[in-house]
Nanobody, 116 residues
Framework: QVQLVESGGGLVQAGGSLRLSCAAS????????RGWYRQAPGKQRELVAA???????NYADSVKGRFTISRDNAKNTVYLQMNSLKPEDTAVYYC??????????WGQGTQVTVSS
């Protein structure tokens, strides 16, 4: 019903920047929330940032002031601008979408590796 495709991951040095993109296709009307989660090896998946249909945003404490979530509604795309990256940001980052009806969808994930 909904397909999410992430891009923009890669290897970056500590202190550097990276921008992730997530393009949505399919039944993408009536969207409540879009966001980004991440999962590091041996750790549970955690919320990084989210944005509602009304434009409200929410960030994990660990990324506040460094990461920014944004959207381009015309392109059905959300972005995660990551600045001042730290080695502990290393993880697979997953795009997330939730409809108003409650259905949830996930992207395939994109690897972000931050070297020290």
């Amino acid at each position: 019903q909904v397909q999410l495709v992430e891009s923009g991951g890669g290897l970056v040095q500590a202190g550097g920047s990276l921008r992730l993109s997530c393009a949505a296709s399919g039944r993408i009307f009536s969207i409540n929330v879009r966001g980004w989660y991440r999962q590091a090896p041996g750790k549970q998946r955690e919320l990084v940032a989210a944005i509602t249909s009304g434009g409200s945003t929410n960030y994990a404490d660990s990324v506040k002031g460094r990461f920014t979530i944004s959207r381009d509604n015309a392109k059905n795309t959300v972005y995660l601008q990551m600045n001042s990256l730290k080695p502990e940001d290393t993880a697979v980052y997953y795009c997330y979408l939730r409809h108003t009806a409650g259905s949830e969808y996930w992207g395939q994930g994109t690897q972000v590796t931050v070297s020290s």
